[in-house]
């Protein structure tokens, strides 16, 4: 349930956050997730919930961007959408490939006020 | 809540030596209950702003109400959108750098050991003491949820350790090394090795400042282990298979378990070793001193 140390990971960033910006509270807050993260959205979604309350976030609005995991084949250059590491290439059939997007967990935006 | 996995305000680390009966205590996450504090000063700094900003933010003032604030009716809410693009583990991240920088400005080599539990984790860091000792100053943390056992396995195998319970937390972050490192006091060209809590899961997202990640497999254990749990295989820079001499019992296919792990990490180094019966351990101890150089 590394879940919750990410959502608390995600309050603590939007507290100095909102310091800086000289405001109080988060109304909105934008999350993007990689299909291969290691971060279960429906999880991150149950942790956040908890993590939120009594923070600036308690009333944010929350939305979760899942970014589609792609992979990239070193032997024929040919980039696609993978579901897990087991990235076999779909154009050349090689298994050197290697991951160029979709293990990012990262806060996109806020909206602060 | 405490930061480690959802547990209760008791859940504190504790890092400590053998013999020592409390030692540090740390917690490296904030709580809730410090955040309403903030939530409070703020909304004065709040109020001194409000006398010089005035025009131009009627707009804002009355499409921004309806929150309940007590009967402050001259709150002004200014709305607006800051574009962070931040990753969430960026601070375990940050520190992990101060951790590699330090490490690599003491050459000593940091190595971060991973394995569900019971895969000979310990036991294999009991032989490499024994035997590599004599070429190497070695220091150890130890990871774990509770007990000072292996901690007490390790300092009888005769190397200085430092033991990190984790409480109800499930892997070891880029803080605890930072601590435990401080209490260690690892001298200059000195191997250090950090056993990981036992967890093929979690703590592949946590990176401590280690120069390799070491993935261990034993053959007791299911081959397809790396496609049931391929965050942890793909991090990894080398797989140690170890219980080999367990081999002519069991049904485990070697073969198989090594390509699934080279499915989702072609880099993949494979070690097998018996810290049983020592076969496949000059493997191990030459990948370490060629990492040495």
Redesign the interface.
Known sequence: MHEMSIALNIVEICEDEVKKAGGQVVNRIELEIGTLSGVIPDAMEFAIQEAVKETVLQQAERKIHLKQAKARCQECDHTFDIDDFVAVCISCGSFKTEVIQGKEIKIKSLVVS | ?C????CGEEGTVSIRKPGEDTGEHTHS??H??D??G??HE??H??KH?HSHAHEGHQQ?HES?HG?EHGGNGHHH????????????????NLLAERNRGYFEAKQILALNLVSSPGSGKTSLLEKTIKDFKSQKKIYIIEGDQQTMNDADRIEKAGAPVVQVNTGS???L?ADMINKAVKILEVEDHSLLFIENVGNL??P???NLGEQKRVVIVSTTEGEDKP?KY??M??SSDVCIINKTDLLPYLDFDLEKMKEYA?????QLEFIEISVKNGEGLNKWYAWLKNLSL
């Open positions: 809540m930061g480690t996995c959802g996450h904030s809730a209950h955040h309403q903030h939530a703020h909304s700094q709040h702003a804002h921004s929150h809410r200014h709305e607006r959108e800051i574009q962070l693009e931040i990753d969430v583990m960026q601070k375990n937390g499930c892997h972050d899961v979690c592949s997202l946590f496609i391929p965050n295989f793909q080279l499915r989702v990490n072609h």
